[in-house]
């Protein structure tokens, strides 16, 4: 059974730090990878994609990598913003017959101006 | 494009009425999902249809939830009767191309409260 854990549960920096949002998962066995980003109160929006053969994807000031091997993924944000405070979550799609996708709990961040 | 379009937006109830949720997935998306939000947890799948046949809903409380997928487009979550415990936020995603590539898309969810 596929679990994902996402570490630490909430984190709080001041502003212009770099920092390291962490995902686990159980099983290797996953097709992709995706991070999203949750405002209060909204909806989930897309950050990253990363596909089980890449080991890395870029968006600006993101930078989220994937050890399949390992079962571990990690979200760099650089240059840390007020703006970025929002909750971050992982999502990984299993290897099924048909693409089951199972979310990690998520980590809060607050960024202090 | 057009994004995932849910409604309403927020819906409050009383226990033991119903209500239904629609979302409208983005143009020929496949693969539509369903997810249960509690407050502090992450998303938890309810049911998952791909083009209009149902491929999981094993955490739907079939008892009191039930959802179709007309035509392989729109769907509609309902729950009756409701229980406190459903107060939560209702999330409709939508999924194209293959598995192994396809970027997982939301809508903006429908906050249901239950009093």
């Known amino acids: 059974k596929q679990e994902v854990t996402q570490i630490p549960a909430a984190l709080s920096v001041p502003e212009g730090e770099n920092l390291v949002l962490n995902c686990s998962f159980t099983d290797s066995a996953i097709y992709n990878l995706q991070w999203f980003r949750q405002d209060p109160g909204k909806g989930l929006t897309s950050l990253l994609l990363?596909?089980?053969?890449?080991r890395e994807q870029t968006s600006g000031r993101l930078n989220a990598s994937l050890d399949k091997s390992s079962g571990r993924s990690t979200l760099y944000i650089a240059a840390s913003q007020p703006g970025d405070s929002a909750t971050y979550l992982c999502a990984v799609v299993r290897e099924t017959s048909y693409d089951k996708v199972i979310f990690g709990p998520g980590t809060s961040l607050s960024v202090i101006p | 494009e057009a994004g995932v379009a849910q409604s309403p937006r927020y819906k409050i109830i009383e226990k033991r009425q119903s209500v239904a949720f629609w979302c409208n997935p983005i143009s020929g998306h496949a693969t539509l999902y369903w997810y249960q939000q509690i407050l502090g947890q992450g998303p938890k799948l309810l049911i998952q249809f791909q083009n209009n046949g149902v491929v999981d809903d094993s955490q739907l409380p079939k008892d009191r939830f039930s959802a179709e997928r007309l035509k392989g487009v729109d769907s509609t979550l309902k729950i009756q009767p409701a229980k406190l415990e459903d107060s939560a936020v209702y999330l409709c995603?939508?999924?194209?191309?293959?598995?192994?590539?396809?970027?997982?898309?939301f809508g903006e969810g429908s906050r249901l409260t239950v009093l």
């Open positions: 990363i596909q089980s053969s890449q």
């Open positions: 995603a939508s999924r194209g191309g293959g598995p192994n590539t396809g970027e997982l898309f």
